[in-house]
């Protein structure tokens, strides 16, 4: 079964992203038809792309029901934009992360998805990655003794798109779902236990909440993680660092769409060996999504995102003190 596109949202992460690794997956359930776009705001339309006025009128160019959503409009618009999809018999929608921004606003989602009846996926490309593989495998066969501490870094220069506001609220929003995401996978289970959050500063702008976002958690198991994303940072860096009884393992995930390679650094008794391996995670993940759409099911990962939501709100009501008066 072949399915036609609809990117809903052109901005950075819908023209930017999605519509240029649609292609790239290269799944034999993706039509070569051009795909459809549709943003509120006059926006050009990205190449092989066709730009149409409304939802109603994708509607009409292409079968919803034979039809991939891509969500890609802000969280906190979420659920108005799928329940106008539902509407129209949208019912294959790929969501971009996060869910939402809130308990509330997850909840307003699930409910329009159950309305709906539709098969919902969050964009979750780490979780699919063959860095988070290498590491759950590391957890799960305990070549290194047990699990002891996880640390995440994610940290990337964010200052034009933060000051023209993009929908995300606080920096809790913007990178750390997919760190945490894999936190979870990785050591199940876990509560926050602090949380410490501060505005973007630059020039004469000030940005609330949208600078520095830290986040600690205790699993039932007991590993200990700590979550670090600073959207201020003169550098790009995504990395989850793994320390177990006898070994410390940092992978680094590719920084960007411009070079999909992913690197593994394990130290074990004062010796470190480091692997270098292809990881374009995000083309991956969209190619098992549309495998997915056409019967296989082989994501179901709301859940999880859902968590990952409940655990970040959390942590912004902790924040938000150090945050107001940063």
Not at 42 to 52: I, N
Not at 127 to 139: D, F, I, N, P, Y
Not at 237 to 255: C, D, I, L, N, Q
Request: glycine share 8%; charged share 25%; hydrophobic share 45%.
């Amino acid at each position: 079964m072949r399915f036609r596109t609809l990117v809903v949202g052109l901005g950075r992460a819908g023209a930017g992203l999605h519509v240029p690794v649609v292609r790239a997956a290269g799944s034999p359930h993706v039509d070569p038809a051009p795909i459809l776009g549709y943003d509120p705001r006059d926006v050009p339309a990205p190449p092989g792309t066709t730009v149409v006025g409304s939802l109603a009128a994708a509607a009409a160019a292409a079968d919803p029901a034979r039809t991939v959503v891509h969500l890609c409009t802000p969280p906190t618009v979420r659920a108005a934009a799928l329940a106008e999809l539902g509407r129209l018999g949208y019912r294959k929608v790929l969501v971009e992360k996060p869910l939402a921004t809130d308990d509330a606003g997850v909840a307003e989602v699930l409910r329009v998805r159950d309305a709906y009846r539709m098969d919902l996926v969050v964009v979750s490309q780490w979780l699919e990655s063959g860095l988070t593989a290498r590491l759950a495998a590391a957890v799960a066969d305990e070549r290194y003794g047990t699990l002891r501490a996880l640390a995440v870094s994610q940290h990337k220069p964010r200052f034009a798109r933060s000051a023209g506001g993009d929908g995300h609220p606080t920096a809790f929003d913007v990178e750390m779902p997919h760190g945490l995401g894999v936190a979870l996978r990785l050591a199940g289970p876990a509560e926050v236990t602090a949380a410490e959050g501060d505005d973007l500063r630059f020039a004469d702008v000030c940005v609330p909440r949208m600078g520095r976002a830290c986040l600690s958690l205790r699993h039932a198991n007991g590993v200990r993680t700590e979550l670090r994303s600073d959207l201020a940072a003169p550098i790009r860096e995504r990395s989850v660092t793994a320390r177990f009884e006898g070994a410390t393992v940092t992978g680094h995930f590719p920084v960007s769409e411009t070079d999909e390679y992913a690197q593994v650094l394990t130290t074990v008794g004062g010796r470190t060996e480091r692997e270098v391996f292809a990881d374009p995670s995000l083309t991956t993940f969209t190619a098992r999504a549309y495998e997915h759409f056409a019967g296989r099911r082989v994501l179901a990962d709301v859940d999880l995102n859902a968590e990952v939501v409940r655990l970040l709100g959390v942590g912004k009501r902790l924040a938000a003190p150090v945050a107001a008066h940063a």
